[in-house]
């Protein structure tokens, strides 16, 4: 049965995109197979795997109004062992759309329950918001990860997402756990990033992996290519740190 991770933190700009598409990547590369559900209506982790994400018939906007099922928007197998359930910019509507509509936090998961069972990892990137389709995201998955930027500013807002995760947990799904936090864009040459590094890990009663994804130039270039950086840039320092990640979380599911 797959372990379904959401890839979630309100604030824009702090990898979660980079995360979803080079995560799943790499734990594709390591022999697992991986299903990347894009929830955010920009698309970017669709774009990321090469998708055009304009000329899609069906996408995750269609499935949660219930127009298709999940098999019919799975494009499969996009890279080796990674299909994806793409988005794009009608996904903008589904929140005026759910208003009103019975249980519609439950409908990702319930969608999921087709095709869990087919996957090791399901890994869900989530909207820079606490909207709809995050809480969405939240009550379908197993665990959720933050990424967090390292910056003066990390901190803040984190207390707002863990908010948000126990209220998921406590209301809508008891099995949701926080995965935990993945430092991202991190600078060795400043001090502050060091700084925000420990901060964190003083301040925070959350699991920290020891992996940290460095501010690396071909990561940043790899989306504009439609590839993962394990296939634009197999040997790049950003590669390797999502492949260290990706050990980090298959060992966590084995514990």
Same mark, same amino acid.
């Given at each position: 049965m &797959?372990?379904?991770?959401? !890839? %979630?933190? =309100?604030?824009? *700009?702090?990898?979660?995109?980079?995360?979803?598409?080079n995560l799943s990547a790499s734990l594709a590369a390591k022999g697992k197979k991986v299903l990347m559900i894009?929830?955010?209506? =920009? *698309?970017? %982790?669709?774009? *990321?795997?090469?998708?055009?994400? #304009?000329?899609?018939e069906n996408t995750?906007?269609?499935? !949660?109004?219930? @127009?298709?099922?999940i098999q019919d928007c799975i494009i499969k197998n996009v890279i080796e062992r990674v299909s994806v359930l793409p988005s794009n910019v009608? /996904?903008?509507? $589904? @929140?005026?759309? /759910? !208003? *009103?509509? @019975?249980?519609?936090?439950y409908i990702l998961r319930n969608e999921i329950d087709w095709v869990k069972d087919s996957y090791d990892f399901i890994?869900?990137?989530? +909207? +820079?918001?606490?909207?709809? /389709?995050?809480?969405? $995201?939240?009550t379908a998955a197993d665990t959720v990860l933050v990424p967090i930027q390292c910056e003066y500013y990390a901190l803040e807002g984190l207390s707002q997402l863990i908010h948000t995760v126990n209220l998921v947990k406590e209301r809508l799904n008891p099995e949701l756990d926080m995965? &935990?936090?993945?430092?991202?864009?991190?600078?060795?040459?400043? #001090?502050?990033?060091? =700084?925000?590094? @420990? #901060?964190?890990?003083?301040?925070? =009663?959350q699991n920290v992996y020891k992996t940290i994804i460095p501010r690396n130039i071909r990561l940043a270039e790899a989306p504009s290519y439609g590839m993962p950086i394990q296939i634009y840039d197999p040997k790049s320092a950003g590669a390797e740190a999502y492949m260290l990640l990706a050990d980090e979380v298959i060992s966590r599911k084995d514990h």
């Amino acid at each position: 049965m &797959g372990r379904i991770i959401a !890839i %979630a933190n =309100q604030k824009g *700009g702090v990898g979660k995109t980079t995360t979803s598409i080079n995560l799943s990547a790499s734990l594709a590369a390591k022999g697992k197979k991986v299903l990347m559900i894009d929830t955010d209506p =920009q *698309g970017n %982790a669709t774009s *990321g795997f090469g998708i055009d994400k #304009n000329n899609l018939e069906n996408t995750i906007y269609e499935l !949660i109004l219930g @127009e298709c099922s999940i098999q019919d928007c799975i494009i499969k197998n996009v890279i080796e062992r990674v299909s994806v359930l793409p988005s794009n910019v009608n /996904l903008a509507a $589904a @929140e005026i759309e /759910l !208003i *009103g509509v @019975e249980r519609k936090e439950y409908i990702l998961r319930n969608e999921i329950d087709w095709v869990k069972d087919s996957y090791d990892f399901i890994i869900i990137d989530c +909207p +820079p918001s606490l909207s709809m /389709l995050t809480v969405n $995201a939240m009550t379908a998955a197993d665990t959720v990860l933050v990424p967090i930027q390292c910056e003066y500013y990390a901190l803040e807002g984190l207390s707002q997402l863990i908010h948000t995760v126990n209220l998921v947990k406590e209301r809508l799904n008891p099995e949701l756990d926080m995965e &935990g936090v993945v430092f991202t864009m991190f600078d060795s040459r400043t #001090n502050l990033s060091n =700084q925000v590094v @420990e #901060n964190v890990k003083s301040n925070l =009663q959350q699991n920290v992996y020891k992996t940290i994804i460095p501010r690396n130039i071909r990561l940043a270039e790899a989306p504009s290519y439609g590839m993962p950086i394990q296939i634009y840039d197999p040997k790049s320092a950003g590669a390797e740190a999502y492949m260290l990640l990706a050990d980090e979380v298959i060992s966590r599911k084995d514990h």
